[in-house]
């Protein structure tokens, strides 16, 4: 775990916005030029999963650090345009919205009962177990993703 929950945010959010480089990279390189190898497959795949934990990773630290049910879904919408995220760190950073430590235990407030605060604390004392729960679903979310097929064929008939 890192030190701060905004520092975590911002290593998401710097790695989101690398993967939509990597991601725009090699759809200029298949559409532009024709390139046909394994570049936008691994570029398409790496993008997803990191979305996928800048998400994760935003729900978490919006409850942590308490913030509006708004700012944790426009946090998760920074993420669809390309370098949005990097932004919208400046904008919480700008507010003291990154300000905090981990919240591990109760601290007597009375959010601290809403059983989605209380479960980011027990993922929180326990980061191996919620590690391998949020890999295991995330696996299993890019499993049917990919079953499903690129997303441009999701509305087409089979």
């Known amino acids: 775990m890192t030190k701060t ?8 959010a710097l790695a989101e916005m690398a993967t ?3 991601l725009i990279i090699a759809m200029v390189a298949r559409y532009g ?16 999963i990191v979305f996928l934990a800048y998400c994760v990773t935003a729900v978490i630290i919006g ?3 308490r913030w509006s049910f708004g700012t944790i ?14 932004p919208f760190d400046r904008w919480l950073e700008k507010r003291n919205k990154l300000e905090g430590e ?7 407030d009375p959010r601290d009962h809403h059983w989605l605060d209380r479960l980011v604390r ?13 890999v295991i679903g995330m696996a299993l979310v890019i499993s049917v993703l990919l079953s499903l097929g690129p ?3 999701w509305g087409s008939a089979s």
Do not use: C, K, Q
């Not at 027990?122 to 729960?133: C, I």
């Open 5 to 12: 929950p905004g520092s975590l945010y911002r290593v998401m």
């Open 20 to 22: 939509w480089t990597l």
């Open 33 to 48: 030029f024709a390139y046909d190898g394994p570049l936008f497959f691994v570029a398409g795949l790496s993008h997803g």
């Open 63 to 65: 409850i942590n650090l």
């Open 73 to 86: 879904v426009v946090a998760i919408l920074s993420a669809i345009p390309p370098w949005a995220t990097w």
């Open 102 to 108: 981990w919240r591990l235990e109760d601290t007597g």
């Open 122 to 134: 027990l993922g929180l004392r326990h980061p191996l177990w919620s590690f391998a729960t949020i």
């Open 151 to 153: 997303p441009t064929e």
